[in-house]
């Protein structure tokens, strides 16, 4: 199947790797808002500019969407999806309902299967809530992320006056993550669930003291959170915090028996080297679904709900039952 | 949806427990080839001769079977899938394509869904080695099992002369499983995954050391593992080894990035009180994933792989979105 890449960020360049690791899928090109030329592919595949890519829509099986949530996926999801069958990773949980409803109309206008919402959370993590809440019938649902980068958070930090560069680590809390494996239903507040460990680099001459205090107060990103923070040289952030690593776990416990008797533990984990490669993979593999469902004659928006495991593999359906059954 | 379940050992009643968990379920009678007054059921459900099966067609939507892979389902599933919508637990690995060439025929003779092999393994295992192998596509697979009880090992050991009762465990191996953890990538032979400890209650006068001789050396079952053997009283027996826990873990280690420079973990584990009543939460969910399907015209043999996640759950596709996404 002959895939592109829309927006060429670490996501589009993962999934240029993803594509690479799969006999089945040709990448075709990179299209990019930005002037072409600019822009070096990893693989030498050809980079076009944005506008091309409807001219472009025969040659293309599936168009697989690497911008950002916040404002290009709304965006240029919906727009896409008249022409192609696309697949993103958009993950503003609260708003997936509302950005479902517009890509399935257009999806549904164009003929194509459009998979939104394609990663590790949401993607892997929603499923296996959805797996597991639909096993433990009575039983309680916890989601850990980290040890591992957020993004959003470290760009919070570096909008703080004084603050020249920063990064930010999630990191679940041991003893509440044993405390759910060992069964003892803990409620759990924000911060007992999760600390933050910030690594800045300030500019010279910049107030230390003022910066700690602002990041540790924060609304929504840190206050709620035991937060520490560390100050560090630019030197140091590159040599030790240069990668994007990230993870976490979703966990549900339940009960069953005649009385409630016997407990159980369903833990999916992940940890990753890099966010951004690990679900470019994903999208990858939703990508060969969105491929076959669209040539079995289906439309609309999917999520990773919608999709039959066994439209994501490369094998036949007697080799998955011979070999992974 | 009614739901009948045909056979009632500890599967059965797992199930019968599982459907008083869903809402949407109603159980309408167990069915087994004993003399049904002898089976009393722990709801207080009726019981009915299997004779009886065929001729209340009408009042059952799913028929979930909990008999054993040896000898009852490779012949039940195939002959009740003519009639009914099925769920079974097949487990036997090495025979899952001759049963599903089978039960295939037969649904589709009977224009109805059947599903087998679902549980944890074959079952959500195998579901997470498809997932996990169409992300991370160079990557390698483990599997371990325990800690928890073998009945087929236990039943071995029973077997024996002298030998009165007996409990066998798989264990895990910890150094074995960090090292995968740990993406060292290691090539584990059998001893060096699992090991096997073994608790035997010896009839008064047996020779204690011939019987463990003969557990160790066993072929197939334990001369390939290092094996421990205690031998207790009938009682102690009884008070620390009734239960029958089991679990384990299913890994997958995989590279991406230009040059493989990023490795990456994903691992499903389950940690359960009661292997078969586990077992049953999910051959629930499965039954009403089938239902759902054959209502959508749906017929033929499915497994794990085939169904769409969404089927499984009670919730609506808006609130599956909005609350697990």
New interface residues.
Partial sequence: MKIAIMGYGNLGR?VE??VG??DDMELVGVFTRRSPETVKT?SGVPVYPADCLVEKREEIDVLVMCGGSATDLPEQTPEYAKYFNIVDSFDT?AK??EH?ARVDQAAKEGGNVAMI?VGWD?G?F??????A??????GRDYTFWGKGVSQGHSDAIRRIPGVKDAKQYTIPVESALNAV?NCENPELTVRQKHTRECFVVAEEGADRVRIEEEIKTMPNYFADYDTTVHFITEEELQRDHAGIPHGGMVLRTGK???GG??????????????NP??T???LA?YA?AAYRMSREGMTGCK????????Y???LT??E???R??
């Fill in positions: 993962g790797c993803a690791q799969n990893v949980h997936i309902p479902f919402s949401p892997m929603s499923l296996n809530r959805l797996y809440g639909a096993i433990l019938r009575e494996r069953t028996g005649t008797e016997h407990n159980h533990v369903i833990e999916y984990s992940l940890k990753l080297d890099s490669e690990f470019a993979c994903v593999a060969r999520t990773v709900f919608d999709v039959a495991p066994a994501l593999s490369p359906a007697e998955m039952r011979s992974l059954l």
